[in-house]
Every structure is written in structure tokens, then in C-alpha cells.
């Protein structure tokens, strides 16, 4: 072996395991997920002489809806007892939260985007619920419950050409919350 070749030899190994780690060929280094969109990662896990895992495509499969009269969490500015003699009534301005779980790097925008729902994380209401004599009245956010799946694929690329070799991993059931409204629940 001659000193020239030895020298291509480590040459090779070196840019090899840096195409793995996500550098493409001319040094060009791929965005992780958080900093550039899919289309731009594809772009440049597409480059030529690229050898190596593409970017993963991401979306939400198997969306059921629940239920639409989930009750969430407690109001606990909703509250009032009537005395012995009246009812009561309670009427607030309220902010009801939205939660959504995520998976394999989507953000929770992401999955409430491709779920078809608000993207927003809170929504403010006024509500009034009442209590008869004697009784009391709790009010709870209510609302819809969806139970989903995030699917990863990605497709290894070699020299800059898609293969037919994909791996594919999928969540559990994550789930994700949309309130409607206040529940007004008598209590004792």
C-alpha cells in the first residue's frame, strides 16, 4: 500500500462515518428536525453522493373521537351553595386549556394541525351555573377527547438515491383534548 493510498483509505472511513452523523457530501451538515422544515431536510438528505437515513416523515394516523362530554378539569372559581333559604348562582370569565400529546418530534401544533383542530392552547368562556336550595353546583370543563397515532418513516438514501429500504416506527395512543364549554355538576 502507498502512503497516497492509505491516506485515501482514511480518507474514505472518515467521510463514511461523517455521512452517517449527517454531514453530505462538500461538508454541507443536515439541519436536525427542530431547525429546518421537512422539504429543506429532504432537499439535502437528497444530495448527490449522499449515503444515509432520510429525514423521517411524521403524521398523526388512526384520529377517533372518544367521546364529546369528556369532563376535564375542575373550575374551582365555578363553585357556590345555596342557603337554606335560596339558591345561587355563579357566572365567571374562565380559560379552558388544550392538551395535546406528541410523538417522534412533532410539536403539539403539528399534531392539532393534522388532527384538524385548534391550535391554540387555551380558549377563555364566560359561564353561569346555578344551585337550587340547599345545594351546591361545581362546574368542570367538558369537551371532546381524540385518541391518535404518530407515525415515523424514513427511507435510507444511498448515494443520493432513494432505496426501497424504509424503516417505520409508530406510537401508542396518545390522546388530545379540545374543551367546549362548562360542565355544572350538582353536589351535596
Known sequence: MTIGSEVFAKYKIFMGLAMSVGVAA?????APAAMASEGEQGAASRQAGFTGWSVAKRT???????????????????????????????????????????????????VSAQLGLSTSTSTTTTATCHAPKKRGVQGYETGYRYKYKVRSVRTFINAGHATSVKETKTTGWLYAYRPRGVLCVATA
Do not use: P
Not at 357556590?80 to 410523538?103: A, I, K, P
Open 26 to 30: 462538500g461538508g454541507v451538515v443536515l
Open 60 to 110: 398523526v394516523i388512526s384520529k377517533t373521537l372518544l367521546t364529546s362530554t369528556q369532563r376535564g378539569k375542575k373550575l374551582s372559581s365555578m363553585y357556590c351553595h345555596g342557603s337554606s333559604s335560596s339558591g345561587c348562582d355563579v357566572s365567571r370569565s374562565v380559560s379552558l386549556t388544550n392538551t395535546t400529546q406528541t410523538g417522534y418530534g412533532l410539536s403539539g401544533a403539528q
